[in-house]
């Protein structure tokens, strides 16, 4: 059974930060790509950054310069450190997991508050 178990959300001031975590069981971690996408009320679910078994990153423009996505293959973890954060960024989180056809699995999320 595939889980990703997503922490780390809350609230937080405008230019302040959070790092969010995502623990998977269930599958070969080290091989799966990952991502990250949010979903504010009202808008689509959105890609906010990825990361490949090898490790590359790629971020939408929005959390370019700003967020960085990383893996620890010994824990089954990825984390989205999240810095600088504006009221735009305000989104319940979403983990995501994908290896060819197997997949997407997907979080439960973590809410993210942007406000002063």
């Known amino acids: 059974q595939v889980q990703l178990v997503e922490s780390g959300g809350g609230l937080v001031q405008p230019g302040g930060s959070l790092r969010l975590s995502c623990a998977a069981s269930?599958?070969?971690?080290?091989?799966?790509?990952m991502a990250w996408y949010r979903q504010a009320p009202g808008k689509q679910r959105e890609l906010v950054a990825s990361?490949?078994?090898?490790?590359?990153?790629n971020y939408a423009d929005s959390a370019k310069g700003r967020f960085t996505m990383s893996r620890d293959n010994a824990k089954n973890t990825v984390f989205l450190q999240m810095n600088s954060l504006k009221p735009g960024d305000a989104a319940v989180y979403y983990c995501?997991?994908?290896?060819?056809?197997?997949?997407?699995?997907w979080g439960q999320g973590t809410q993210v508050a942007v406000s002063s």
């Open positions: 269930g599958i070969t971690f080290r091989l799966y790509a």
């Open positions: 995501n997991a994908r290896l060819g056809v197997a997949g997407p699995y």
């Open positions: 990361i490949t078994a090898g490790g590359d990153t």
